[in-house]
């Protein structure tokens, strides 16, 4: 059974904003609107929701009562106000009159889904984003992070006649657009002269064609992958999702968004061809290293933004893994360890913060020669004393 939210909102943009927000984030609800105190009573008699929204913050300092109408007609379903004040003292006020929670509009998103959980209303699954799985009828796959695995219908392509006939495939489905046979035979042949070069590149495409003639658009000026194909694409899902989820992050990372940066870092493993190399092929290298630096650094954004995200949430576990799948990638990064540190800490894990700064205080010594940060060392001391003053009161209770 789909739950129901009603949003009480007087201020239309802000409702519909509220709305959208909510709609990522609780995809199995369906949303109720009211404007006023009188309309939500009117609805929350005809449909009973699940759960009721109410921003306080209403003309005439109606939203007190707008809340104690609605626990009045529906005292059963949980209501959640918010509005601009921050006060403890109108927080106990909008709860004396019938909320079950009060969330300040600062916060909103970081607090709200921890408290709709608490209330039973259903959180996700999210909606899996198009083009997710790597199974079909004629779906061509191409997996490019880690190395490099083709298959079609599920089956590895292995019948390619040199390294330059994939090399010339995963170029032309990163890229995404038809290229001219001249600087296709120059990109993967520019050591040989230009009539070996075009020779070359029709044997290529003889073999490509035999393998995956649906998957391409060849003529006699231009070749490309076929868009219109069934074929699928990691680098394409990964870039897919880290833009999708960070886009509108200005706001603060949705849940939707978490789930989308997750699957984009499993995406991940490894660096763009990884352990592929093609001879004789120097532009083919520069765009690779090019490549590889690019998803790469899009990925760190992601963890980064992961382990914040997961701090800000409380879910220290979920934090502390993927500040260490951080620390894989980037070893030597001394704002990461310090993150973990500071989330190990939060976690009760003063001991396990502490280890990892003797971790870090190695691998920079053996490294480089030199010794954490200031900033670190800081870090380093808080936690060791908060560490003492928690064993020392252990001791003595």
Known sequence: MTDRVLLVVHHGPLRQSLRDWLELELPRCAFIEAASAGEAVSLVQGSMPRLVVIDVDMPARAGLGAVQSVHAAAPAAPIVATGLEETGTYRAAVKGAGATAYVPKGTLQMELIPILRSVGVKIGPFPQPSGGGCAGPGLLCLRLLGGLQITLDETPLTEFISTKVPALLAYLAVTGRPHSRPALSGFLWGDTPE??????????????????????????????????????????????????????????????????????????????????????????????????????????????????????????????????????????????????????????????????????QRTLAEEFGVEPAEETRSLNRQIKFDYQRSLLATLRS
Request: charged share 20%; net charge neutral; no cysteine.
């Open 195 to 360: 009539r070996n070069a075009a020779k070359s590149l029709r044997t290529a495409l003889y073999n490509l064609r035999q393998l995956l003639a649906p998957h391409l658009t060849v003529t006699r000026q231009m070749i490309a992958i076929n868009q219109g194909g069934a074929y699928w694409l990691d680098v394409e899902v990964l870039t897919q999702r880290i833009t999708e989820a960070l886009r509108d992050n200005h706001g603060g990372l949705t849940h939707y968004g978490a789930a989308l940066l997750e699957e984009a870092a499993n995406l991940y493993r490894g660096d763009f061809l990884e352990g592929f190399y093609v001879r004789n092929a120097p532009a083919f290298e520069e765009w690779v290293l090019v490549q590889r630096e690019r998803l790469r650094l899009l990925v760190l954004q992601a963890l980064h933004v992961l382990v914040d995200y997961y701090t800000r949430q409380g879910q220290y576990a979920e934090a502390i893994d993927w500040a260490r799948r951080l620390l894989v990638m980037e070893p030597w990064q001394e704002e990461t360890h310090r993150q973990l540190m500071q989330v190990l800490a939060l976690s009760g894990q003063r001991g396990a913060a502490l280890a990892q700064y003797e971790a870090l």
